[in-house]
Every structure is written in structure tokens, then in C-alpha cells.
């Protein structure tokens, strides 16, 4: 347990599944007060009841990234559940529809921008004033890897990933001296359900042939180095885009 994020007050979109849950589960075992965001209730529920029987605190605010005035009542609700706001894992994100650039539609790239990259930008927006308030914090934006490299059949995820690049590094200059670090992790090949809906071929094919340590990354391993970056063990790193790949970017 990290005993410096006792007591401190995180607010991680996209919580409901994959490396947010994992994350939510985390951050709550090291003392943090968790407000877990995300659009299905069900799941919101059942995270909460898992953290509350490990005698942790979360609440879960049902929230549409897309929309400011669901990012303004999660910002409101965090503040009225816990008094602050120190971190913010900005980890909400959709593969959206995968296929060749020609062949993609005007809403296909609407609905995955809206949330993936209009959405960082809203919850950035209105998450950097609560905790300039509270005299200054963290915040770690889930990218990919994807950002980085030409994959076939991911322009729209693609391109909004290396909007959260950008995003990220714009924020971190811009917000420095108020005593917020924000940076970006960029993940590879995850064991959660988007991997499945991304990746067709083989999965064990994929690790053998595109990760030098012959693995696919857990949610935990993603959400560790969220931790990680939240914590005071990464104090004066800010503005990066951290693969979390295995080494597979070194073969791309």
C-alpha cells in the first residue's frame, strides 16, 4: 500500500470495465477515495459493493464523456461526495468502428472523436480547476500505442489517441506551474474485451510473434503504472506518453 495516497480523492472515467476497473480497485486498496464514472450501472454497482466489502470508499456517478453537463454533475458529485479532488484517470475510450479509411463513415468518426478525444478535453477542462482549487494533483490519460504507428484498419482510434498525446502534452505545459502533472499512458496489447474486438487473429500468434516478452498485459500491470504516475514516486515527470507495451513498439 502506498501510505501518500491515503485519503487523497480520485475521480477515473471509464471504470466500469478492463483497466478502469482494475484501476478503481487499485487506487481504493491504497487508501484513495474513489469516484468511479461510467455508463453502465450495473457494473457501477458491482464495483462499488467490491470496494466497499474490502472496506474501501467509491461512489459510482453514471457519466457521458461526450456530454459537458455529465462531465460537470461527475465534477460536481465528486466534490459534494468528498470535499477535493487530487487525481483524475482519464481512461474512458472506445475502439470504435475498425476498417480501412475509404470505407469509414462521417458518424463513425463523430462517435468515436466524441468520446475518445472531445471527451478527454471535457473532463480536463472541468477537472483542472477542482484541483487547482485544491492546490494542485495529478492526472494520467489512457492513450495506446496505436498513436503511434499506422495499424490498418484503425484511423479514427488512431487518430484520436494521438489527440490524447497532444492533449497531454498541451495540458502539461500549459498547467505546470499550477502544480498539476498530467501524462498519458499508452498501452499495448491488454487482456480486457476490446482486445478481443480489435485483434481477430490468434492472440497467442500476436504475443509469440509482436511482444518480446511473449505476454499480453494485464488491466492490473496498466493500472499500476497509473498509480505509479498519480504518486509522488513520479513527481517530477509530466508531459510524457509512457508505452506500456512489453517491448512491442522496439519491433514495429
Same mark, same amino acid.
Request: aromatic share 4%; with cysteine.
Given at each position: 500500500?502506498?501510505?501518500?495516497?491515503?485519503? @487523497?480523492?480520485?475521480?477515473?472515467?471509464?471504470?466500469? #470495465?478492463?483497466?478502469?476497473?482494475?484501476?478503481?480497485?487499485? #487506487?481504493?486498496?491504497?487508501?484513495?477515495?474513489?469516484?468511479?464514472?461510467? &455508463?453502465?450501472e450495473?457494473?457501477?454497482?458491482?464495483?462499488?459493493?467490491?470496494?466497499?466489502?474490502?472496506?474501501?470508499?467509491?461512489?459510482?456517478? @453514471?457519466?457521458?464523456?461526450? @456530454?459537458?453537463?455529465?462531465?460537470?454533475?461527475?465534477?460536481?458529485?465528486?466534490?459534494?461526495?468528498?470535499?477535493?479532488?487530487?487525481?483524475?484517470?482519464n481512461?474512458?475510450?472506445?475502439?470504435?468502428?475498425?476498417?480501412?479509411?475509404?470505407? $469509414?463513415?462521417?458518424?463513425?468518426?463523430?462517435?468515436?472523436?466524441?468520446?475518445n $478525444?472531445?471527451?478527454?478535453?471535457?473532463?480536463?477542462?472541468?477537472e483542472?480547476?477542482?484541483?487547482?482549487?485544491?492546490?494542485?494533483?495529478?492526472?494520467?490519460?489512457?492513450?495506446?500505442?496505436?498513436?503511434?504507428?499506422?495499424?490498418?484498419?484503425?484511423?479514427?482510434?488512431a487518430?484520436?489517441?494521438?489527440?490524447?498525446?497532444?492533449?497531454?502534452?498541451?495540458?502539461?505545459?500549459?498547467?505546470?506551474? &499550477?502544480?498539476? &502533472?498530467?501524462?498519458?499512458?499508452?498501452?499495448?496489447?491488454?487482456?480486457?474485451?476490446?482486445?478481443?474486438?480489435?485483434?481477430?487473429?490468434? $492472440?497467442?500468434?500476436?504475443?509469440?510473434?509482436?511482444?518480446?516478452?511473449? @505476454?499480453?498485459?494485464?488491466? &492490473?500491470?496498466?493500472?499500476?503504472?497509473?498509480?505509479?504516475?498519480?504518486?509522488?514516486?513520479?513527481?517530477?515527470?509530466?508531459?510524457?506518453?509512457?508505452?506500456?507495451?512489453?517491448?512491442?513498439?522496439?519491433?514495429?
Amino acid at each position: 500500500m502506498m501510505e501518500e495516497m491515503n485519503g @487523497k480523492v480520485a475521480i477515473i472515467t471509464g471504470a466500469t #470495465f478492463g483497466i478502469g476497473r482494475e484501476a478503481a480497485i487499485l #487506487f481504493a486498496e491504497q487508501g484513495i477515495k474513489v469516484v468511479a464514472a461510467g &455508463r453502465s450501472e450495473k457494473e457501477g454497482s458491482l464495483l462499488v459493493d467490491e470496494i466497499l466489502s474490502k472496506k474501501g470508499e467509491a461512489v459510482f456517478v @453514471k457519466t457521458d464523456v461526450a @456530454k459537458e453537463e455529465s462531465v460537470k454533475q461527475l465534477i460536481a458529485a465528486a466534490l459534494k461526495k468528498f470535499g477535493k479532488l487530487d487525481l483524475c484517470f482519464n481512461n474512458a475510450g472506445v475502439e470504435g468502428v475498425l476498417a480501412p479509411l475509404i470505407d $469509414l463513415e462521417e458518424k463513425d468518426w463523430d462517435s468515436t472523436m466524441g468520446i475518445n $478525444l472531445k471527451g478527454l478535453w471535457l473532463c480536463l477542462k472541468h477537472e483542472i480547476p477542482a484541483i487547482i482549487k485544491n492546490g494542485g494533483g495529478a492526472i494520467v490519460n489512457t492513450s495506446s500505442i496505436i498513436s503511434k504507428n499506422g495499424m490498418p484498419g484503425t484511423t479514427i482510434y488512431a487518430a484520436s489517441k494521438a489527440g490524447v498525446d497532444a492533449l497531454t502534452h498541451v495540458a502539461a505545459v500549459e498547467y505546470g506551474d &499550477r502544480k498539476i &502533472r498530467v501524462n498519458a499512458i499508452n498501452p499495448g496489447a491488454v487482456a480486457t474485451p476490446m482486445l478481443e474486438r480489435v485483434y481477430t487473429q490468434d $492472440l497467442a500468434n500476436l504475443v509469440k510473434n509482436k511482444n518480446p516478452l511473449q @505476454k499480453i498485459a494485464l488491466p &492490473r500491470d496498466i493500472a499500476n503504472a497509473a498509480l505509479w504516475l498519480c504518486s509522488s514516486y513520479a513527481g517530477h515527470i509530466n508531459g510524457i506518453t509512457l508505452p506500456i507495451d512489453g517491448g512491442h513498439s522496439l519491433l514495429t
